[in-house]
């Protein structure tokens, strides 16, 4: 069974864009939480998926949005970059969401 | 919301000793209890996970310990080896919110 696949794996771009990240979950999760990873503040929550339904959401600007489509694929945006969003940004599958979660390799991205 | 604190945040430890790492969580709501271990460069994986359901979980040379009362949940890892060197995090949910993490334990295992 293919894991959690997760592009681009790496992005570079300058303040005040926008940019989109896609999670591909394992097949038959229904269930996709997004985190930031950073030196100093370790993983942070950004939001669960289910069923196409936003389900629990961090403590994030409305900059950082998300959704989920039909076949459990989700994608994250973010909207006027800053440079503190530079980071690491995993995505994470389970079958329900209660339940153990996989991640994917994560995007880095990166804002000049 | 769920707060979890994890200690310490650095541990060095000898090959063959033991290693423990301790957290923390604030909602007696919690009822899950993973472990993540990332290495350098890579994805963080499930190493063992524990209920609230259950006292205590072993997988070889790992077990989980969880007490209620207290609200805490520690790791432990025996006879560690330089392999284990990664850094850990602990994190716990209650039914139906989010998965809140720990600070994480950067362990080195010196050979």
């Known amino acids: 069974k293919a894991g959690v696949t997760q592009t681009p794996r790496y992005l570079i771009k300058t303040r005040g864009q926008q940019v989109t990240l896609s999670c591909s979950p394992i097949s038959g999760h229904r269930s996709v939480s997004w985190y930031q990873q950073t030196p100093g503040q370790g993983l942070q929550f950004l939001f669960e998926?289910?069923?196409?339904?936003?389900?629990n959401k961090g403590n994030f600007p409305g900059r950082f949005s998300g959704r989920q489509f039909s076949n459990s694929r989700s994608e994250m945006n973010v909207s006027t970059l800053e440079l503190g969003d530079s980071a690491l940004y995993l995505c994470?599958?389970?079958?329900?969401?209660?339940?153990?979660?996989?991640f994917g390799p994560g995007t880095r991205l990166t804002v000049l | 919301g769920e707060n979890v604190e994890q200690h310490p945040s650095t541990l060095s430890v000898q090959e063959g000793d033991s290693a423990v790492i301790k957290c923390t969580y604030s909602?007696?709501?919690?009822?899950?209890f993973p472990w993540y271990k990332q290495e350098l460069g890579k994805r963080p994986q499930l190493i063992i996970d524990i209920r609230s359901n259950v006292g205590e979980k072993k997988d070889q040379r790992i077990a989980v310990t969880l007490n209620k009362t207290a609200k805490h949940f520690s790791l432990h890892i025996t006879e560690t080896q330089p392999e284990d060197s990664a850094v850990y995090f602990c994190?716990?949910?209650?039914?139906?919110?989010?998965?809140?993490f720990g600070g994480g334990t950067r362990v080195l295992v010196k050979p």
């Open positions: 994190a716990a949910r209650a039914a139906g919110n989010k998965l809140t």
């Open positions: 998926y289910f069923s196409e339904t936003q389900r």
């Open positions: 909602d007696s709501a919690s009822n899950y």
């Open positions: 994470a599958s389970s079958l329900r969401g209660g339940d153990e979660q996989f």
